[in-house]
């Protein structure tokens, strides 16, 4: 995926997008939504680095490309969904998947 490399070396570290492909999916994994929590507590991370982090390559991504990253992202964010439920106390502002408890 030449896009992602060529993103990885502009906008982000080479690898970046793999490491959060690899920390989304163990999250989601059953008995694992619980350590979502973040490794620091830089403004960054809030709890969702990895989510954020594959949110902010699909943004950037070419439109071409998207779609290609996307297809391994929406397996995981399905069981994700599936696993939690709306929390009717979050903002609307916040992305999606900090919208669910």
């Given amino acids: ?14 690898g970046a997008v793999a490491e ?3 920390a989304w999916t163990q999250a989601v994994l059953p008995g694992g939504v ?7 507590m830089c403004p960054e991370c809030r709890g969702d680095a990895p989510r954020r982090r594959l949110e ?8 071409w490309a998207r779609p290609y990253l996307y297809a391994l992202v ?4 399905r069981r994700f969904l599936a696993r939690t439920a709306a ?4 903002s609307p502002e ?3 998947w900090q919208r669910r408890r």
């Fill in 1 to 14: 995926m030449a896009a992602v490399i060529a993103l990885e070396h502009t906008r982000m570290r080479p």
């Fill in 20 to 22: 959060a492909l690899l």
């Fill in 34 to 40: 619980d350590r979502i929590a973040p490794r620091c």
């Fill in 56 to 63: 902010q390559a699909l943004v950037a991504l070419p439109g």
């Fill in 74 to 77: 929406l397996p995981i964010d």
């Fill in 87 to 90: 929390d009717p106390h979050a």
């Fill in 94 to 96: 916040w992305p999606w």
